[in-house]
């Protein structure tokens, strides 16, 4: 059963970068599905990041494609995000999460998650 | 950007039946999932592809999807199923959640 566990700093201050890896358990990134990271301001509701294939393909939403990077790196069965100038409003809990659906390599739902980390920009 | 709306909360008795829908443009032209979220808690998938429960959920949980709404209900609701849920749709490369229902049962 595939696990996904996300890790990195709790707290980084305005203009910086927040940097966070998922590390995937259970399975390999190299299967045909694609990881997602997907964040929550408190308080709020859900809002996707991104996503990547093992391969390298990466997809973004549009409405913060300037500013992320989703990387993979397959000897470690695991992929990264970084958003770069951070602001208050990045304040919010990340999760990773993979991308499954009944095609392989097809675009679907999330599942499973990672029990997600805060992130807090604050200088 | 596509958007979706959902009620922001809704209140159920316990063992009745709450409908949660969730409206955008020609969404029934798109599958819908739905999420379950606890407090303090990561989402949990209750519905794939419009009304496919996944395996573990209880057959309380349905789901149904035409036109510009998609819709998911808790039949015989249960203390426990209260929870925020949300939808999703996959949309031209892109996820889109739904705003979010905050189901009360009380």
Not at chain 1, 14 to 40: D, E, F, Y
Not at chain 1, 51 to 59: A, D, K, L, V
Not at chain 1, 83 to 88: F, G, Q, Y
Not at chain 2, 37 to 52: A, E, H, R, T
Request: aromatic share 10%; net charge neutral.
């Amino acid at each position: 059963q595939v696990q996904l566990q996300e890790s990195g700093p709790g707290l980084v201050k305005p203009s910086g970068t927040l940097s966070l890896t998922c590390a995937v358990s259970g399975g390999s990134i190299s299967s045909s599905n694609w990881w997602s990271w997907v964040r929550q301001p408190p308080g709020k509701g859900l809002e996707w990041i991104g996503e990547i294939y093992h391969s390298g393909s990466t997809n973004y939403n549009p409405s913060l494609k300037s500013r992320v990077t989703i990387s993979v790196d397959k000897s470690k069965n695991q992929f990264s995000l970084k958003l770069s100038s951070v602001t208050a409003a990045d304040t919010a809990v990340y999760y990773c999460a993979r991308v499954s659906s009944v095609v392989p390599a097809a675009r679907g739902w999330f599942d499973p998650w990672g029990q997600g980390t805060l992130v807090t920009v604050s200088s | 950007s596509y958007e979706l709306t959902q009620p922001p909360s809704m209140s159920v008795s316990p063992g009745q039946t709450a409908s949660i829908t969730c409206s955008g443009d020609k969404l029934g032209d798109k599958y819908a999932y739905w999420y379950q979220q606890k407090p303090g808690q990561s989402p949990v998938l209750v519905i794939y592809q419009d009304n496919q429960r996944p395996s573990g959920i209880p057959e309380r949980f349905s789901g149904s999807n035409s036109g510009n709404t998609a819709t998911l209900t808790i039949s015989g609701t249960q203390a426990m199923d209260e929870a925020d849920y949300y939808c999703q749709p996959w949309d031209s490369n892109s996820y889109v959640f739904g705003t979010g229902t905050k189901v009360t049962v009380l």
